[in-house]
């Protein structure tokens, strides 16, 4: 179910020798929806070590916006 309601991809793009390698088909290939699951997972775990809800979402909120304005997400 996690990996219909959450949405991670990563749109950067390597360039080897002139040869462009999508880092998000790469991790497709060996499992597919692995970021996802990562994420929720890790979730999980800051929350039963006691991080609190609302610090995770203002986290993600922080590493999205200066990942969108850095170019990496």
Do not use: H, R, W, Y
């Not at 991809?9 to 929806?33: K, M, R, W, Y």
């Not at 800051?46 to 969108?68: H, Q, R, S, T």
Request: charged share 10%.
């Amino acid at each position: 179910m996690c990996c219909t309601m959450v949405s991670f991809q990563i749109p950067a793009v390597i360039n080897i020798q002139g040869t462009e390698l999508v880092i998000q088909s790469v991790v497709d290939q060996i499992f597919p929806n692995l970021l996802p699951i990562l994420l929720t997972f890790g979730c999980f775990k800051a929350i039963n070590k006691g991080a609190k809800p609302i610090v995770i979402m203002l986290l993600f909120m922080v590493v999205g916006v200066i990942g969108k304005i850095a170019g990496i997400f």
